[in-house]
């Protein structure tokens, strides 16, 4: 089975870079969801709350990722 996906491993350092536009639509609902997040819980008044949710965005982030891309691991420079 040839599974599509929508992140690549970086090639410096451990992480991912989107290569789909499916990748592309994560990447910028993550932003919306963080920027959205920033202005409705209003971090100066419930830091505690905001921090949750913002770790739990980034938390699904990370399971997308580890779903729909490459597996990470660290590197340094092209695969070889």
Request: glycine share 8%; with cysteine.
């Amino acid at each position: 089975m040839n599974k599509k996906i929508w992140f690549k491993r970086r090639w410096y350092g451990w992480g991912w870079y989107p290569v789909t536009w499916q990748g592309w639509i994560v990447v910028l609902a993550f932003i919306l969801a963080v920027i959205v997040l920033a202005f409705s819980t209003f971090p100066k008044e419930n830091l505690t709350c905001y921090f949750i949710s913002l770790g739990i965005l980034v938390l699904v982030l990370i399971l997308i990722c580890l779903k729909k891309g490459e597996k990470p691991k660290w590197q340094w420079g092209p695969p070889k």
